[in-house]
């Protein structure tokens, strides 16, 4: 048990190298934002040397949404081929594979100024997309296949906090002083091509996926071999025997394709619960904050929007470490339905705050404020809990294709905001926020009405509570799907 806790260089060696992924694509996330008006003034620049007039209003407004909402596309169809890479070539080399796709999103984006070309930046953001995709699922699972079962869960949260540490960084490099000016900005986009090499350095003294190894491959020496390294003991037989009856589950259970989990009624409530709890991440309003919180803060009346944005991304790094103390203990259920009453809340003020500007001055300090709640709130409950519950509604045999659906509902929800929020902005001007406070509110009565709480309970309880719930309304089911469930136990 004290070799279960204990936390090995090899072991750290291993999880730092993956989360080197998360880090990517939080940067990538955040990147865009600083330097949106250097890079539409390079979009005039661009428009004019070719076609000897300045770009209009709605083509500069079209080639910023395509630009910032390209890389959410990227993103749909990366996470969709995770399980290509993952079985054929291992967890490991799927990541170190992956990075050829940095590399080239580097030396698109990069060198985008120099060809004068905004087509290169966008293939640029979507190529990175697409590698940033593939990491929400590649450094997750290796993570979670590598760490001990005792530090599975605190482990498996330095995820998110790569994405959001990812996210700071990138604030921090679009200060005008750093890379956020004219003569920078390419270098703060193609920067991706740093973590992409270390990557590529530090990976190759990383060991596989022992389970990978044991189950997919059936090598059991080499699994021992880098179990013994992991733990930093010689006795395994416990993990070793673990992933033994982990490969024998497997091979009793059905493999669930995506259209088989669409039409059994058995899985149609944790799949509602899972592409639910995905969409309340995504259509909170938090990527709108991200992806236009230096525009926000401008129209706020704060005289250096970046440092308030670089601000947010301080709150929210700390308040992701809050929740990684707070989830084994309020709970999965409870944790969410508080970032998403406080997110609701936040957006409210933000709302007042945003219209009454003009009439009185000291709101542009309220509107901070509210933006610093608002992402707080995120990331004790909406940020990191939708992965959590997902990873716990289905047992093995259904659960990639569950991950594939989440993952596609996510980076979809992304790319809608990412695309739609400059127009509606428009449209709606300070009351945009309104609409992401009817989404808030809903997916706080949904969660209240429907989410069970999955804190200390096991696979197996939780997907015999679902599947009792599914007999009741639909009859019998076979036993085959009862038990790709994870019911049987309990039935």
């Known amino acids: ?174 200060l005008d002083m750093i890379m956020g000016n004219a003569a920078l900005w390419p270098f703060l986009l193609g920067f991706t091509f740093i973590p992409a090499l270390l990557q590529c350095i530090l990976l190759p003294m990383c060991p596989e996926s022992p389970r990978y190894l044991l189950i997919n491959r059936n090598e059991e020496d080499k699994a021992k071999k880098v179990l013994r390294k992991l733990r930093g003991t010689t006795d395994v037989s416990a993990d070793m025997q673990e992933m033994k009856e982990e490969s024998r589950q497997m091979m009793s259970e059905k493999k669930v394709t995506i259209p088989e989990l669409f039409r059994s009624p058995i899985y149609r409530q944790p799949l509602v619960i899972a592409v639910v709890l995905q969409l309340s991440q995504q259509l909170s309003g938090i990527n709108a904050v991200f992806y236009y919180s230096t525009s926000i803060f401008e129209k706020a009346g704060v005289e250096q929007p970046v440092y308030a944005t670089i601000g947010a991304g301080v709150v929210n790094t700390a308040f992701t470490v809050v929740s990684l103390f707070l989830v084994e203990r309020a709970g999965r259920r409870s944790l969410h339905l508080i970032g998403l009453l406080g997110m609701a809340a936040s957006a409210i003020l933000m709302t007042i705050a945003l219209a009454l500007l003009s009439q009185v001055e000291w709101m542009s300090y309220v509107s901070i404020v509210a933006i610093f709640a608002f992402v707080a709130f995120f990331e004790i409950g909406p940020g990191p809990i939708p992965w959590f519950i997902v990873a716990e509604l289905f047992s093995q045999g259904p659960r990639p294709s569950a991950f594939a659906v989440a993952g596609f509902s996510n980076w979809t929800a992304n790319f809608i905001v990412g695309m739609c929020f400059q127009y509606v902005e428009r449209l709606c001007g300070p009351y945009v926020f309104i609409i992401f406070t009817i989404l808030l509110v809903i997916f706080f009565i949904f969660t209240y009405f429907k989410v069970p709480e999955t804190k200390g309970r096991t696979f197996d309880e939780i997907a015999a509570g679902f599947s009792q719930q599914a007999a009741a309304r639909v009859g019998k089911h076979s036993p085959e799907e009862l038990n790709s469930l994870g019911a049987d136990s309990q039935l």
């Open 1 to 174: 048990m004290e070799a279960d806790k204990k936390v090995t260089l090899q072991l750290m060696l291993a999880v730092g190298t993956a989360v080197i992924g998360s880090l990517q694509f939080g940067y990538n996330t955040g990147v865009i934002n600083a330097p949106q008006k250097i890079i539409e003034s390079f979009y005039n620049e661009t428009w004019f040397d070719r076609y000897n007039e300045p770009i209009t209003e709605s083509a500069l407004t079209s080639l910023w949404s395509i630009s910032v909402a390209i890389f959410s596309v990227g993103g749909i169809f990366g996470s969709f081929s995770v399980g290509l890479f993952v079985n054929r070539f291992g967890r490991r080399n799927s990541m170190l594979f992956a990075n050829i796709l940095a590399f080239i999103s580097a030396a698109l984006m990069g060198f985008s100024k120099m060809a004068s070309s905004w087509e290169m930046l966008i293939i640029g953001r979507f190529v990175v997309g697409l590698y940033s995709g593939l990491s929400t699922g590649f450094v997750p699972m290796y993570v979670g296949e590598v760490a001990p079962t005792a530090l599975r869960g605190a482990l498996g949260t330095l995820h998110q906090l790569g994405i959001v540490i990812g996210i700071l960084v990138a604030q921090v490099f679009g």
